[in-house]
């Protein structure tokens, strides 16, 4: 599925440097949660349910993803 998100408001986090590696995310109307790379702002983003994004902010939240 294609979604138009060309007059979607992004935003990255305020930690984030000037040419850093970084993600920008939107609200979306519907409860979505649009994700894309700040470098690479015409390119494809990755979009979630309301309970995917929550699920995953809780697994980041508790450790999930931390390296070893």
Known sequence: MTRDLSCTIWHK??????GGDCVEVA???DGGVGVRDS????????????GE?????????NGEFDRP
Not at 53 to 61: I, K, M, V
């Open 13 to 18: 986090s305020s930690y984030s440097q000037s």
């Open 27 to 29: 609200h979306l109307d």
């Open 53 to 61: 994004w929550d699920a995953f902010t809780a697994d980041l939240q």
């Open 39 to 50: 470098k690479n702002t015409s390119g494809p983003a990755l979009v979630f349910a309301p």
